[in-house]
């Protein structure tokens, strides 16, 4: 008598963050002969970093931390971690997405801003002195740093302000002029103009991810050795 056969159908989630982040850990051929660049941010650094390394092919081996570097808490936390004891010639880093997002009142992810047991993640004035705190940290390594703008809130993202981007960025103009010796890419002005978002999203399309990179390769390229 023969059995009835058990199908069993796996299904397979595809997680595009996930994703992302498998395709930006360290780079397989490191030519010690090379600078060594660090990209420390977001999803939106994990989405432009496989082009910046493609673009600087035989000039620079770039890293980045083999995560979602989120918001300045998790950086004055696990930064020495990211920086290890490699010797690096830049350092391009930026925080301020995650900072900015609204949480509820169990700190459930992305809350509605406008209920008013939401909170913002990193509020303005803790923002400020992590963030000070960060880029002191990564002066005394000795590479050159530059701060990279946070990119634009779009209209209908869920969980964040529009605007917010722009004060938060002031903010971290602020501290880099009082910290001193720190350059600014200005990711948040390109962006602004030339390079639209997912939409309702703060993401960028694989296009876009391209197109962010162009303009951090052209501000790593100018302060390489």
Known sequence: MLRPTLCIVVAVVFCPSAFAQKLASEPTNINPKLPNVLL????????YTNPVRKKLSGVANVFRPNTNCGPTTKGITEIDKWLGDRKWSVIHFNHGLHDLKYLG????????????????????????????????????????VIWCETTPVPQ????????????????????????????TNPLWHVATKRIPTRPANVHYTAEGSDKLADQVVSIIKKNLP
Request: glycine residues 10%.
């Open 156 to 183: 209908g993202a869920k969980g964040r302000v529009v605007g917010d981007s722009k004060k938060y960025n002031d903010i971290a103009a602020r501290v880099m002029k009082e910290v001193g010796e720190i350059q």
């Open 40 to 47: 420390i941010g977001d999803s939106i650094s994990i989405g």
């Open 105 to 144: 009142s169990n700190n459930e992810n992305l809350a509605d801003p406008k209920d008013l047991k939401s909170h913002q993640q990193v509020p303005p004035t803790d923002y400020e002195a992590n963030l000070k705190k960060i880029a002191k940290r990564l002066k005394q390594t000795g590479a050159v």
